[in-house]
């Protein structure tokens, strides 16, 4: 582009006609209106645009439009190699990029058949960062949630203990929250020297917090009167969705990829999976979905605890180790369609590959994200809900953005 | 239940003129014909020994200008039986009078709506009978389908520059 190009040309109708509204003006009850919320807008975490249709504060009709963060990752993969896709898979969910990174390594190396070979420790050290990276999400999913309800003190409170994660990860990596760690047959690096004492510390830290957080979110009555009952989702309805992590198991389904698919070295660690039970209303409601994130970080420091544990004993650190040993000099699959799935803080992350070519490069990575089909039933379930109760049941979704559009 | 056994079962209820061939691999596909998809899903969806209830994930993808055809991917998984389907159609490209196209199996599978809106979006196949076909990702008002081996960028966007993408010419 020259320097001194026109960038935008304005038009009154630009908007209308990139993001048209679906609903007409003339097809409106006379009671009701459309109110549009976001796309710039807190509560929508992120770039969502809801278009709402409500008659006085009863909502009749929600209607999402995507695309305001699309960054075109499927058509980028098209043209790049296998291992340079990895920074780009950290993009879709920033808020757990570790996760991402450790399903797309997982599928990768499933194709060229080198899943068994990965050193038990490399893969330690994946679950270990996967699951302070689930804990750093569920912060944030959390905390934003308290603060969309009206409670400032959480979310400052789970900002604080987020940023020891990322400083551990930062540690790790290099990086807050991007990382590009986990590569394709291996790791950037070892863990540094230290790391482990100062993650217990950070554990035996981090659980006084937690019951904190219960006192202080899950007990609260202001916070149980705005989330219990409200935006309840039956367990067929979320099935029939493809809705899936927290918000699945909080309508009551004991269902986690990191049990049922049993992958990594999630079947030599011990860990529970909480469900919702409706303790403080019906089975599926805000408060419930909330619940279970809140339920999984103590889940996740139990395998984070038990990882450590066998990274300083079993597979503790040589001077011998090389987490770049394996890595494949060329990353050349054979022709094939492959699908791999995992389970991030979000639910059922999968990546699609197709194979066609002598080069590293994919012919085709489709992401199937969480978010996006979690999204989806938002409609569904603020039929007939209060305007307040809108923003209540977006935060509990917790989606992101990035990943929503990818 | 097995791969075969759920292929066999499906050549009993619909016959070899439907259920055309396996593509075999490390994970076997089932190659259906394109005017029964939604009958076979909701066959798999409502027996009780497949009893497949949730539809992990739709992908399109673009053949090659050389094949014309587009292959549609559908990922089926069944909760309780905890086994796997992978289902494969592929579709005419079409031309410039006929748009690629194929029956929507949203009423089968809600998390269809929104998979098959990506695919209208990138691709540009149409499924009839969808309850809302529209862009979903892209602008309403972008041209061309972005995922298309032939797709032709446009040069401007409401007066903006539209910046060029590598293309696979320029390949390492």
Redo the contacts between chains.
């Keep these: 582009?020259s320097k001194n190009?026109?960038?935008?040309?304005y038009?009154p109708e630009?908007f209308d006609?990139?993001?048209?509204l679906?609903t007409q003006l003339s097809d409106l009850k006379s009671q009701e209106m459309i109110i549009n919320l976001g796309p710039q807008h807190p509560s929508t975490h992120g770039v969502l645009r809801l278009e709402v249709v409500t008659d006085g504060e009863m909502i009749v009709k929600v209607i999402p439009h995507?695309?305001y963060l699309?960054r075109?990752f499927?058509?980028?993969a098209?043209?790049l190699?296998y291992n340079q896709i990895i920074p780009f898979v950290d993009r879709l969910d920033y808020a757990a990029a570790m996760n991402s990174e450790h399903i797309y390594a997982m599928g990768v190396e499933?194709?060229l058949g080198i899943e068994k070979n990965i050193p038990p420790r490399i893969e330690y050290i994946r679950v270990l960062v996967a699951e302070l990276n689930r804990l750093s999400s569920h912060f944030l999913g959390v905390g934003a949630y308290a603060m969309d309800i009206g409670a400032f003190t959480p979310f400052l409170w789970m900002m604080r203990d987020r940023e020891h994660i990322n400083r551990l990860l930062e540690w790790v990596s290099g990086a807050r929250m991007l990382y590009n760690y986990i590569w394709i047959g291996g790791l950037y690096y070892d863990l540094p020297v230290g790391f482990e004492a100062r993650c217990l510390e950070f554990v035996h830290y981090l659980k006084p917090r937690l019951v904190e957080l219960q006192k202080l979110v899950m007990e609260n009555q202001i916070f149980i009167h705005r989330t219990a009952n409200i935006g309840v989702l039956p367990l067929d309805?979320a099935?029939?969705?493809?809705v899936t992590g927290p918000m699945l198991r909080a309508s009551g389904?004991r269902?986690d990829l990191r049990k049922?698919d049993a992958y990594s070295v999630y079947p030599e660690i011990d860990f529970d999976i909480p469900i919702g039970e409706g303790k403080m209303g019906q089975v599926g409601d805000c408060w419930d979905r909330t619940s279970v994130r809140v339920e999984e970080c103590w889940q996740s420091l139990r395998i984070i605890e038990q990882c450590i544990e066998k990274l300083t004993s079993v597979h503790a650190r040589t001077n011998a180790f090389d987490p770049q040993a394996m890595l494949p000099k060329k990353i050349r699959p054979q022709k094939?369609?492959?699908?791999c799935?995992g389970e991030s803080p979000k639910g059922?992350l999968?990546f699609?590959f197709?194979h066609n070519t002598n080069?590293?490069?994919p012919?085709?990575c489709?992401v199937?994200s969480p978010c996006?089909?979690n999204l989806?039933v938002i409609s569904e379930i603020t039929q007939g809900a209060m305007l307040a109760d809108l923003i209540a049941i977006l935060g509990s979704v917790d989606f992101i953005m990035g990943e929503v559009?990818? | 239940m097995t791969f075969l056994e759920i292929k066999n079962l499906l050549i009993q209820k619909f016959g070899d003129q439907v259920i055309l061939q396996e593509v075999p691999g490390l994970q076997p596909q089932l190659v259906v014909a394109a005017y029964e998809i939604v009958d076979v899903c909701s066959f798999l969806k409502n027996n009780a020994n497949t009893f497949f209830d949730s539809l992990s994930c739709i992908t399109a993808l673009d053949n090659s200008t050389v094949e014309q055809s587009f292959d549609i991917i559908y990922h089926l998984y069944s909760i309780p039986h905890e086994h796997h389907l992978i289902i494969k159609v592929t579709i005419d490209r079409g031309n410039e009078n006929i748009q690629p196209n194929i029956d929507s199996i949203s009423s089968v599978y809600r998390t269809a709506d929104w998979h098959e809106r990506e695919a209208f979006d990138f691709f540009g196949i149409i499924f009839n009978k969808h309850p809302d076909l529209r862009r979903i990702l892209l602008p309403s008002d972008w041209e061309g389908f972005p995922l298309r081996k032939d797709y032709q960028q446009q040069k401007y966007y409401h007066g903006i520059e539209v910046a060029s993408v590598a293309t696979s010419d320029t390949k390492i």
């Excluded at chain 1, 006609?17 to 048209?20: A, G, Q, V």
């Excluded at chain 1, 094939?336 to 699908?339: N, Q, R």
């Design positions: 582009m190009a026109i960038q935008y040309v038009h630009n006609k990139s993001d048209p679906l995507m695309g699309h075109c499927e058509k980028h098209e043209n190699p499933r194709m309805m099935i029939n969705y493809g389904l269902y049922v094939m369609d492959f699908y799935r059922e999968g699609f197709r080069f590293d490069i012919a085709r489709k199937r996006f089909s989806s559009d990818r």
